[in-house]
């Protein structure tokens, strides 16, 4: 079992920037790679990076990359993801999710576990 806790969205304007957390408990933190994933209203839930358990690789998806930085601290139990150049397109809940079995993956069923999510507003 892991639990995994967001936090750090809010309300942002344009151009502005939000740091998002994901505290984990239950298994070991470095035996499992994490993802961030976000849902609009009205929209499938989408991936936006993807880090490994040491944190050496990561990915993104185009519409973030560039603006956005994905990151661990293993001692921490905590992943963490940098958003910059905010845009109004980017308004949606945000999810962090743990891959238990490295499947390395892009879609929601790749991960076997995930937060309650946090809301991110980016007003015009």
């Known amino acids: 079992q892991v639990q995994l806790v967001e936090s750090g969205g809010g309300l942002v304007q344009a151009g502005g920037s939000l740091r998002l957390s994901c505290a984990a408990s239950?298994?070991?933190?470095?035996?499992?790679?994490m993802g961030w994933f976000r849902q609009a209203p009205g929209k499938e839930r989408e991936f936006v990076a993807r880090i490994s358990r040491s944190g050496e690789d990561t990915y993104y998806a185009r519409s973030v990359k560039g603006r956005s930085t994905i990151s661990r601290d293993n001692a921490k139990a905590t992943v963490y993801l940098q958003m910059n150049s905010l845009k109004p397109e980017d308004t949606a809940i945000y999810y962090c999710a743990a891959d238990l079995n490295t499947r390395w993956g892009m879609g929601p069923l790749s991960y076997d576990y995930w937060g309650q999510g946090t809301q991110v507003t980016v007003s015009s």
């Open positions: 239950g298994r070991t933190f470095s035996s499992y790679a």
